[in-house]
């Protein structure tokens, strides 16, 4: 005989069973409503991705953009069209055309000494003065700008108009632009040799060296460049002679006599 007790007993048993199962049936509806929410955010994620090459919607590598404020400047590595071109020298006495002589460079105080000697037009050996084996590449130009004004600070233009400026900053008082490598072209020849001067006459005339200028009238005829004995050689030019030029990286520089001068130290590199 089944006693009120006992029935109390089942039922309460029979509800914990039923809840236990309702519980179970409702954890595994939402055990399939998170699979479900998961297999689509995974089928949203590969249709996202463009490839399984980017597995977290990683962006590609970062591609190299010149800056659009430096484009301008860069008009400084064009060329530079129909400029007359001088002859000078390290150690060039002072002429009524050339005032200033050259035992002094605007960026080296010794620049004669630290040659090794009188660069003479004339007694050559090769690319090469004839008397003595160059400590310094015999393949040089000046140009009218020297970035380095008097009293040692750079000129105020000097970080807005040189393209390499903070490439090549060292200080003040140092030089950026001596070094520097300028091709230069004439009558299908093409050479190459290193900024280590200012001239001819100007000193500060960076509409024409960096920009769209032209160089200012000069008793050598508005002369644009002057050029070393070697680079006259390898020209095969004379003074007054018209050229195209421009600046060049030194990884730009082919191999030529430009490197290939004994009993040298290694040329500079920017």
Not at 196 to 203: S, T
């Amino acid at each position: 005989m089944i006693t009120s007790e006992g029935m109390k007993n089942s039922w309460l048993t029979f509800g914990i069973i039923s809840a236990s199962l309702m519980g179970m049936a409702a954890g595994a509806r939402l055990s399939d409503r998170l699979a479900g929410a998961h297999e689509r955010f995974l089928t949203d994620r590969r249709e996202a991705l463009p490839s399984l090459s980017y597995p977290f919607g990683v962006p590609a590598s970062a591609r190299v953009v010149a800056e659009a404020s430096r484009d301008p400047m860069r008009a400084s590595l064009r060329w530079k069209r129909n400029v007359i071109a001088t002859v000078f020298w390290v150690g060039e006495p002072p002429t009524e055309n050339n005032p200033t002589p050259n035992t002094k460079s605007a960026w080296d105080q010794n620049w004669q000494e630290n040659f090794g000697g009188y660069d003479h037009p004339e007694r050559r050996d090769g690319f090469r003065p004839a008397e003595f084996t160059p400590q310094l590449n015999p393949f040089y130009v000046a140009l009218p700008y020297n970035d380095v004004a008097k009293g040692g600070a750079h000129r105020p233009e000097a970080s807005e108009v040189i393209p390499w400026f903070w490439e090549a900053y060292r200080g003040d008082g140092i030089s950026v632009c001596k070094g520097r490598w300028v091709a230069i072209h004439h009558q299908g020849r093409v050479c190459y040799a290193q900024w280590e001067d200012v001239g001819p006459f100007e000193v500060d005339h960076w509409q024409y060296v960096f920009g769209n200028g032209s160089p200012r009238p000069n008793r050598n005829q508005a002369a644009g460049i002057d050029l070393s004995p070697a680079a006259r050689d390898f020209l095969k030019l004379r003074s007054g002679a018209t050229v195209e030029w421009r600046f060049v990286d030194d990884r730009d520089v082919p191999q030529g006599p430009w490197h290939d001068w004994s009993g040298a130290p290694a040329l500079p590199r920017h």
